[in-house]
C-alpha cells in the first residue's frame, strides 16, 4: 500500500461546512452559514515537493493499478480516499468535503496560473437552450425527453504556448489577361515562381495535457480569454475537480506548432496572391521557436440522454461556449432536404420561364 499523502481542506472557518468556489460571486463560500471570502494569492501554506523526478510522470500516470494509487485520509471523516494518478481536487465521498491532493501541484508540478470558473452550472441548462436554437434537424420529442446528466466542473491541465516562426514558402503563381482578336477573345496566362519570406509571432495559444480528454472538442471551446488568468490559488478548485497534465510540454509540442503553421501558411497564402490571378504553395520550410507555460483552464462536461444514447457536451467554463454531438431526426432531415429540393427546382423552373420569353 502507498503511504498516506498530504491534503489541504477547503473548510468554513465558522461552521465546519464545507466550501466551494462561487464563480458568479468570485469568492469563496460556504452554503451553510453563508460565510464567504476573498481569494488572495499565495495566502495558503501549501505542503512543497522539491525534486519531483518529471520524467517519471508518464510512468506514475500508467501505474494506476490500485495497489499502486496513492491513499488520502480525508481529515473530515478520517476515509480512505483513492484518487487517480492526474487527479487533483475532488469530493470526499463519504462527507462530501472538497479536498485538494497538494502533493500534486507542489513543487514543479505547481500550475503558474487560473483562469477561474465565471459560468456557474446553473447558467447551464440556458446556454444549452440558446445552443439548441436554430437546429432544425432534432428529433421533435428531444426537448421533452432528453435530460442533462451529472455535471461535472473540471479544471483541464493546458500548456499555453508562445514563440514565432520563421522561414520561407514557395508558391507557384500565374496572371492572366485577354484580349479581342476577331471574333475570338484570347486569353494568355504568364507563370511565376514566387519565394515569400515568413516571421509570425504567437502569444497564448492553449493545447490541453491531457491524454483523457478529446483533442478536437477542446480545441472547439476556443477562445480563452487570457487577460482573465490570475495567479494559482487551491480555493479556486473548491468544490470543482482538477486534473495535472499526464502530457508534457515537449510531448504536445508538435500540436502547437502545427496549429501554428496553418495559421501561417494560411495568412502567407493570402498576400501570395495579391496581384496575382491564383497562387498555390509547392513548399518551403518554416521553423519554430516556442515556449510553453502551464495552466489551469474552466471546462463543465456532461451528457445529454436521449432514447437509450448519450450525447457528450463540454462547456468552457469562463465564455460559457457549448461544442458537442446532437441527434439527428432521420425523417425531419429527408423532409428538410426534399423542401430545399423542390425550392431549388421552383426557382430554376421559374428562371427558365423568365429566359423563355427574354430570348423568344
Not at 522561414?167 to 515569400?196: E, F, I, M, P, W
Not at 425550392?343 to 429566359?355: F, L, R, T
Amino acid at each position: 500500500m502507498s503511504k498516506e499523502q498530504k491534503i489541504v481542506e477547503q473548510k468554513c472557518p465558522q461552521c465546519g461546512s464545507p466550501m466551494y468556489f462561487d464563480p458568479q460571486k468570485k469568492r469563496i463560500v460556504c452554503d451553510h452559514c453563508k460565510y464567504s471570502e476573498d481569494i488572495f494569492a499565495n495566502d495558503v501554506t501549501e505542503v512543497g515537493f522539491e525534486g519531483f523526478d518529471f520524467k517519471s510522470l508518464n510512468k506514475q500516470a500508467t501505474d494506476d493499478s490500485a495497489e499502486n494509487l496513492p491513499i488520502y485520509i480525508c481529515q473530515s471523516c478520517g476515509a480512505e480516499v483513492i484518487a487517480p494518478p492526474e487527479q487533483v481536487a475532488l469530493t470526499c465521498p463519504y462527507c462530501r468535503n472538497n479536498i485538494v491532493l497538494s502533493d500534486k501541484i507542489s513543487g514543479k508540478m505547481r500550475p503558474e496560473g487560473i483562469i477561474p470558473f465565471k459560468v456557474s452550472s446553473e447558467e447551464l441548462p440556458a446556454a444549452m437552450t440558446e445552443y439548441y436554437k436554430n437546429k432544425k434537424l432534432l428529433p421533435k420529442d428531444f426537448f421533452s425527453a432528453s435530460r442533462m446528466e451529472k455535471i461535472t466542473g473540471v479544471y483541464v491541465p493546458f500548456w499555453i504556448f508562445s514563440g514565432e516562426l520563421r522561414g520561407s514558402l514557395r508558391y507557384n503563381a500565374t496572371k492572366t489577361n485577354s484580349h479581342r482578336s476577331g471574333d475570338y477573345v484570347v486569353t494568355n496566362t504568364d507563370h511565376y515562381r514566387l519565394v515569400r519570406d515568413v516571421s509570425v509571432s504567437f502569444a497564448d495559444l492553449p493545447v490541453d495535457a491531457s491524454g483523457k480528454i478529446d483533442d478536437a472538442l477542446m480545441d472547439s471551446l476556443e477562445p480563452f480569454d487570457m487577460k482573465e488568468e490570475v495567479p494559482f490559488d487551491i480555493r479556486y478548485l473548491a468544490g470543482f475537480t482538477a486534473d495535472r497534465f499526464d502530457q508534457g510540454s515537449v510531448e504536445i509540442a508538435p500540436r502547437a506548432i502545427k496549429r501554428m503553421k496553418a495559421t501561417a501558411e494560411k495568412e502567407a497564402q493570402s498576400n501570395a496572391v495579391i496581384g496575382y490571378a491564383t497562387s498555390k504553395q509547392t513548399g518551403g520550410e518554416l521553423k519554430a521557436n516556442v515556449k510553453a507555460r502551464y495552466i489551469l483552464l474552466p471546462v463543465y462536461t456532461f451528457d445529454i440522454s436521449h432514447r437509450g444514447e448519450a450525447y457528450h457536451f463540454a462547456v468552457n467554463g469562463q465564455t460559457g461556449k457549448v461544442m458537442g454531438n446532437l441527434p439527428i431526426d432521420k425523417g425531419v432531415k429527408a423532409a428538410y432536404f426534399y423542401k430545399r429540393a423542390g425550392i431549388v427546382a421552383g426557382i430554376m423552373m421559374a428562371w427558365s420561364i423568365v429566359k423563355y420569353f427574354i430570348w423568344r
